[in-house]
């Protein structure tokens, strides 16, 4: 089994001081990573959000958590993530998804195409990205995209290439995961209708079971050297995990406060409770790396404290 390794996924900030300081209370609190989620909305631009993250801590990694491929072309995005890598000094994670939120395609004038042909399109994308980062002269020909004889400068520091997540749900996507990726990122999260109508059906046990082992079966001989992540969507730190469930079963109707506990992408009890229930995840599902979003990030550090590279 892998050691755990703990992330914070942070959106915005109100100054540049805002943001230093809320970069380094992530390392402080012992967590591995910062990510950035994508979005056209009020957050910050990823790449130099990360940037600037790693000039002001030691050690901390930072990662894209992801990176929406149809804004960017791979080109770009393998461009940026070079000089991003060689400016961090080898700190980064480069996340990459396949989009699912139709507002913002229309928002900024792009065709919301169906989720096969996106993830189609993303499967190009991560071969050129691959290709470029590790120095390779890449000319490619495909459905979607078309690349001649280009190389990057300068090349990241990490070699082959800097790990790469690929992120979501889908058969298809965790397919290409299984096959391409370094880390597996699981949301466990199925969005429908343009992504107004999320499906939670994929965080009760039967569903993580059913998606991990297409991740092992697919990836084959290469399975024991990936890393499998789960974003976390709630993590509430109380004595009394059976009120808490139900509170939340209130608001996620489609399962029910059982199901809340056992899913790997909520965090319910006393600290060592949680601490119990991840290891039991990672013996289950060999789910070693949990990213949580920032406003839980100091009532979950007891346990990052406890688990972190064990």
Same mark, same amino acid.
């Given at each position: 089994m892998k050691p755990f390794r703990f992330g914070v996924n942070v959106r915005s900030a109100g100054s540049r001081a805002e943001w230093v300081d809320k970069a380094r209370k992530v390392e402080d609190?012992?967590?591995?990573?910062?990510?950035?989620?994508?979005?056209?909305?009020? *957050?910050? +631009?990823?790449?130099?959000?990360?940037?600037? +993250?790693?000039?002001?801590?030691?050690?901390?990694?930072? !990662?894209?958590?992801?990176?929406?491929?149809? $804004?960017?072309?791979?080109?770009? /995005?393998a461009r940026e993530a070079a000089t991003a890598d060689f400016l961090t000094d080898g700190r980064l994670q480069l996340g990459l998804g396949a989009g699912h939120m139709k507002s913002e395609y229309d928002e900024a004038g792009l065709s919301f195409d169906a989720g096969g042909a996106r993830v189609e399109r993303l499967a190009e994308a991560v071969a050129i990205v691959k290709g470029l980062?590790? !120095?390779?002269?890449? *000319?490619? *020909?495909?459905?979607?995209?078309?690349?001649t004889a280009h190389k990057v400068h300068p090349l990241p520091v990490q070699r082959p290439h800097?790990?790469?997540?690929?992120?979501?749900? !889908?058969?298809?996507?965790?397919?290409?995961?299984?096959?391409?990726?370094?880390?597996?990122?699981?949301?466990?999260?199925?969005?429908?209708?343009g992504g107004t109508a999320p499906d939670l059906s994929g965080w009760r046990t039967a569903s993580v079971d059913e998606r991990v082992q297409l991740v092992r079966a697919t990836a084959g001989d290469r399975h024991d050297t990936l890393e499998l992540s789960a974003l976390v969507q709630r993590v509430v730190v109380t004595?009394?995990?059976?009120?808490?469930?139900?509170?939340?079963?209130?608001?996620?109707?489609?399962?029910?406060? &059982?199901?809340?506990?056992?899913?790997?992408? /909520?965090?319910?009890?006393?600290?060592?409770?949680?601490?119990?229930?991840?290891?039991?995840?990672?013996?289950?599902?060999?789910?070693?790396?949990? /990213?949580?979003?920032?406003?839980?990030?100091?009532? $979950?550090?007891?346990?990052? &404290?406890?688990? +972190? !590279?064990?």
């Amino acid at each position: 089994m892998k050691p755990f390794r703990f992330g914070v996924n942070v959106r915005s900030a109100g100054s540049r001081a805002e943001w230093v300081d809320k970069a380094r209370k992530v390392e402080d609190l012992g967590y591995a990573i910062l990510t950035v989620p994508d979005h056209l909305a009020s *957050t910050l +631009a990823p790449i130099p959000a990360l940037i600037c +993250a790693a000039e002001a801590t030691r050690r901390l990694r930072v !990662g894209t958590n992801v990176l929406n491929n149809d $804004f960017r072309h791979p080109v770009l /995005v393998a461009r940026e993530a070079a000089t991003a890598d060689f400016l961090t000094d080898g700190r980064l994670q480069l996340g990459l998804g396949a989009g699912h939120m139709k507002s913002e395609y229309d928002e900024a004038g792009l065709s919301f195409d169906a989720g096969g042909a996106r993830v189609e399109r993303l499967a190009e994308a991560v071969a050129i990205v691959k290709g470029l980062l590790k !120095g390779e002269e890449v *000319t490619f *020909t495909g459905r979607y995209y078309r690349v001649t004889a280009h190389k990057v400068h300068p090349l990241p520091v990490q070699r082959p290439h800097p790990p790469i997540l690929i992120g979501g749900n !889908g058969r298809q996507l965790l397919t290409l995961a299984a096959t391409q990726a370094d880390i597996v990122g699981l949301s466990g999260i199925s969005f429908r209708r343009g992504g107004t109508a999320p499906d939670l059906s994929g965080w009760r046990t039967a569903s993580v079971d059913e998606r991990v082992q297409l991740v092992r079966a697919t990836a084959g001989d290469r399975h024991d050297t990936l890393e499998l992540s789960a974003l976390v969507q709630r993590v509430v730190v109380t004595d009394n995990r059976a009120e808490a469930a139900e509170e939340l079963a209130r608001r996620w109707t489609q399962l029910t406060p &059982a199901e809340i506990l056992q899913s790997p992408y /909520v965090l319910v009890g006393t600290v060592n409770q949680q601490i119990e229930d991840l290891e039991a995840r990672r013996e289950r599902w060999g789910i070693s790396q949990y /990213v949580i979003f920032e406003p839980s990030m100091e009532p $979950f550090a007891p346990v990052v &404290a406890s688990l +972190a !590279g064990r």
